[in-house]
């Protein structure tokens, strides 16, 4: 079953992000930062976020950019590349990455690794690698003085200095394998993957898009440990928007209901040991919210039809079910039973907030209900 969608443009509160501490830029350092910070220089101030691998499914990437969308102006800074050794992954930036980047308005730094550490439980493998702090605080501080579109930077820095970048990527790399002695992958890879870009941005588009499909389809033969569904409809989902970018994605379960039609899709989280998923799991759920939540013309088996984001948490230690339309009292029984904590509470209502403000569903259940 293949569903396709549009995304003509975002709108969308936010409601469970976090507070975000403040450094001053004269004391930033992205290798010692939190995961996403509030800079302050002068009377600007920028919400940065960082990534630790271009690939999306790793360290809970759209949690960080996630609790930065408040913010007016908002940074995100991706590795291109991360060779791991050559026992390890190599994973590089993705054009879909870029485009949703673009989509939610966040100003993306390029950036590359240019130290890092032997891996000392595995052989040929390197870890705790270090952005060069100087080239990203230089582009904050360009950022700064920008006044066009996120879209505009994201797509300039693609065309104007990638390659450039590509090249330090390789140098550092180059000198990390020298230095610490551990083999890393072939050269050639970042070789090709600066061919494959070429000068035009449509090259790297259908470069990623080929990859991603790949992977798309890979993922619809699985069914993660932390997902429990009550059907198996996995289904792929192709969203373009006006940027011109396209996300496939795999939706966990999905349920088309009738007159009128309507297709709910579903991103499910489960936790087998705590009462809900982890915050990580949540935010990545409420990312893919935010563009579910943004669709027009859907089309499903080629007919168009009205659809609906539901996000389902659930837990084999929860007892009972919450959701929109549940009354006070059920809601506040669903809290006694399963003796949430104050902060707990409010995490919920903030999203039971968020669910209504969207237009999605929330529902929280126990694994049986």
């Known amino acids: 079953m293949d569903i396709k969608g549009k995304i003509t443009g975002i709108k969308y509160k936010v409601s469970t992000s976090e507070t975000l501490k403040v450094v001053d830029i004269q004391d930033f350092n992205i290798n010692e930062s939190p995961a996403y910070c509030l800079v302050k220089d002068k009377n600007n101030s920028f919400a940065v976020s960082k990534w630790v691998s271009p690939k999306r499914t790793r360290s809970y990437p759209y949690e960080r950019v996630y609790n930065t969308l408040n913010s007016s102006k908002k940074i995100t800074v991706i590795?291109?590349?991360?060779d791991e050794g050559a026992r390890g992954d190599r994973d590089f930036l993705q054009w879909d990455t870029v485009s949703l980047m673009s989509l939610l308005d966040v100003f993306v730094i390029f950036s590359y690794y240019e130290k890092a550490e032997i891996n000392p439980r595995f052989e040929n493998k390197i870890t705790n690698q270090l952005f060069d702090n100087k080239f990203v605080i230089s582009k904050i501080k360009e950022i700064e003085q920008y006044h066009s579109s996120a879209l505009h930077w994201n797509l300039n820095e693609l065309k104007n200095n990638l390659h450039d970048i590509i090249d330090k990527a390789k140098t550092c790399y180059s000198k990390m394998e020298k230095d610490l002695g551990v083999k890393l992958h072939s050269f050639n890879g970042l070789d090709n993957f600066k061919e494959k870009i070429g000068k035009e941005v449509e090259t790297f588009m259908q470069f990623s898009r080929e990859k991603a499909e790949k992977a798309q389809a890979r993922e619809m033969l699985t069914t993660q440990p932390k997902e429990s569904l009550s059907t198996l409809t996995k289904s792929k989902i192709t969203i373009t928007n006006y940027l011109g970018g396209q996300y496939f994605f795999t939706v966990d379960e999905i349920m088309f209901l009738q007159n009128p039609d309507i297709l709910f899709?579903?991103?499910?989280?489960?936790?087998?040991?705590?009462?809900?998923?982890?915050?990580?799991?949540?935010?990545?759920?409420?990312?893919?919210?935010?563009?579910y939540s943004n669709l027009c013309e859907v089309e499903f088996n080629?007919?168009?039809?009205d659809s609906m984001g539901v996000l389902q948490l659930t837990s084999d230690k929860l007892i009972g079910i919450l959701g929109g339309g549940i009354s006070p009292k059920t809601q506040q029984k669903f809290y006694i039973d399963n003796k949430l904590s104050k902060s707990q509470i409010d995490f919920v209502e903030n999203l039971l907030a968020e669910a209504k403000t969207?237009?999605?569903?929330?529902?929280?259940?126990?694994?049986?209900?």
């Open 79 to 82: 590795p291109i590349v991360i």
């Open 265 to 291: 899709l579903i991103e499910s989280k489960h936790s087998k040991n705590s009462l809900f998923p982890s915050v990580g799991d949540i935010k990545d759920g409420l990312l893919k919210m935010i563009l």
């Open 302 to 305: 080629g007919k168009i039809v």
């Open 358 to 369: 969207n237009n999605f569903v929330l529902e929280i259940r126990g694994k049986l209900c």
